[in-house]
């Protein structure tokens, strides 16, 4: 009998420490909350963000959401210095800025090398887009060349990668910013300005440039000069963000999904334009017709940094400081995502 209880209480001091052993089992088994989506943030006005659009579209549901900003929504500090810059705002002054923060972030390279200043902790992933800039000028005004330009007004907003891509046409023809009248004008300003006859000509992107073109008619001038510059149109993270490992598997899935959003916007568009009217409010018809003055690489240019190096000379002129070296600049430059997000 005696036996029969010792054997009976090591049997139920087993089950015990067996049930307290199985308690963090359980805990380590437990569901885990699901992860926050990645915010993927670019201006809503502009068409290169199209396949980033479309990609957020077809990732899984609840793991992508897209919201209009830039690079500075990386750290949740707007830019209300850029858009103040410019005149011919719809409300009569810049729209307030989207306060959010992105995981992402797209905008061209000048605004990257802009914000990293103060935030050298930028980081750009890939090239999803490279927009083939454009003069648009008024034969009337006796414009022919980028010579004629001398001496006319010119709209442009300042202090982005449409007034770098003037400022490399006019250095091409021997000329500079204070050979002519800089106009400080929205895209759409612009673009109203130069079919008005307010200005001579007009530097900027699509699908602005486009509908200048269309409405100036015969009167219009097209001037693209072959390898002057294009716009470099990158998605950007923080440092840490890549760091962080849960982060930095968001980010490689979206760019596996990105990169079938770049062979969709050269191959098969229509959709992706839909969904741009939609968000641009732009027409439909014109985002079409100037479409083919884009390119959808999903790459890093082998001539980024080339780019960046000139590009940080010319900002740093009008900011009055020293250019940053190329070592320097090199490190805003992060390949492995996309090479994580190609090798399957």
């Given at each position: 009998m005696r036996g029969n209880k010792a054997a009976l209480a090591a049997a139920m001091a087993a089950l015990a420490f067996g049930g307290c052993a199985a308690a963090p089992s359980a805990a380590v088994n437990a569901p885990t909350a699901p992860a926050e989506p990645l915010s993927v943030f670019g201006h809503r006005s502009v068409l290169e963000f199209g396949p980033a659009l479309l990609?957020?579209?077809?990732?899984?549901?609840?793991?992508?959401?897209?919201?209009?900003?830039?690079?500075?929504?990386?750290w949740a500090t707007p830019d209300p210095a850029l858009a103040a810059s410019v005149g011919g705002h719809a409300e009569g002054a810049p729209p307030p800025p989207n306060p959010g923060m992105a995981d992402l972030a797209g905008n061209a390279e000048t605004q990257?090398?802009?914000?990293?200043?103060?935030?050298?902790?930028?980081?750009?992933?890939?090239?999803?887009?490279e927009g083939l800039y454009r003069i648009i000028a008024r034969r009337s005004s006796g414009i022919a060349s980028v010579a004629d330009l001398k001496g006319k007004r010119i709209a442009v907003f300042v202090n982005t990668s449409a007034a770098f891509y003037l400022h490399r046409l006019l250095k091409g023809a021997g000329l500079g910013e204070a050979d002519v009248t800089i106009v400080p004008l929205t895209a759409r300003a612009g673009a109203d300005a130069v079919i008005k006859g307010d200005v001579d000509a007009l530097s900027t992107w699509e699908p602005e440039a486009e509908r200048a073109a269309l409405a100036l008619g015969d009167n219009g001038l097209s001037i693209q000069p072959k390898g002057a510059y294009r716009e470099i149109y990158s998605l950007n993270a923080r440092a840490g963000t890549l760091r962080d490992p849960a982060k930095r598997k968001q980010v490689v899935a979206f760019l596996r999904e990105l990169l079938a959003g770049c062979r969709k916007a050269e191959e098969d568009p229509g959709e992706m334009q839909a969904m741009l009217a939609e968000r641009t409010g732009q027409n439909l018809e014109l985002i079409r017709q100037s479409w083919h003055h884009h390119r959808f690489?999903?790459?890093?240019?082998?001539?980024?940094?080339?780019?960046?190096?000139?590009?940080?000379q010319w900002l740093a002129k009008i900011d009055g400081r020293q250019p940053r070296d190329?070592?320097?600049?090199?490190?805003?430059?992060?390949?492995?995502?996309?090479?994580?997000?190609?090798?399957?």
């Amino acid at each position: 009998m005696r036996g029969n209880k010792a054997a009976l209480a090591a049997a139920m001091a087993a089950l015990a420490f067996g049930g307290c052993a199985a308690a963090p089992s359980a805990a380590v088994n437990a569901p885990t909350a699901p992860a926050e989506p990645l915010s993927v943030f670019g201006h809503r006005s502009v068409l290169e963000f199209g396949p980033a659009l479309l990609a957020a579209k077809n990732a899984p549901p609840g793991t992508v959401v897209t919201a209009s900003g830039g690079v500075p929504n990386l750290w949740a500090t707007p830019d209300p210095a850029l858009a103040a810059s410019v005149g011919g705002h719809a409300e009569g002054a810049p729209p307030p800025p989207n306060p959010g923060m992105a995981d992402l972030a797209g905008n061209a390279e000048t605004q990257t090398l802009r914000m990293s200043l103060k935030h050298p902790d930028v980081r750009i992933v890939v090239t999803t887009t490279e927009g083939l800039y454009r003069i648009i000028a008024r034969r009337s005004s006796g414009i022919a060349s980028v010579a004629d330009l001398k001496g006319k007004r010119i709209a442009v907003f300042v202090n982005t990668s449409a007034a770098f891509y003037l400022h490399r046409l006019l250095k091409g023809a021997g000329l500079g910013e204070a050979d002519v009248t800089i106009v400080p004008l929205t895209a759409r300003a612009g673009a109203d300005a130069v079919i008005k006859g307010d200005v001579d000509a007009l530097s900027t992107w699509e699908p602005e440039a486009e509908r200048a073109a269309l409405a100036l008619g015969d009167n219009g001038l097209s001037i693209q000069p072959k390898g002057a510059y294009r716009e470099i149109y990158s998605l950007n993270a923080r440092a840490g963000t890549l760091r962080d490992p849960a982060k930095r598997k968001q980010v490689v899935a979206f760019l596996r999904e990105l990169l079938a959003g770049c062979r969709k916007a050269e191959e098969d568009p229509g959709e992706m334009q839909a969904m741009l009217a939609e968000r641009t409010g732009q027409n439909l018809e014109l985002i079409r017709q100037s479409w083919h003055h884009h390119r959808f690489p999903c790459a890093l240019p082998d001539d980024l940094l080339d780019v960046m190096v000139e590009e940080e000379q010319w900002l740093a002129k009008i900011d009055g400081r020293q250019p940053r070296d190329r070592a320097t600049l090199s490190r805003l430059i992060d390949p492995s995502l996309l090479r994580e997000a190609r090798a399957r």
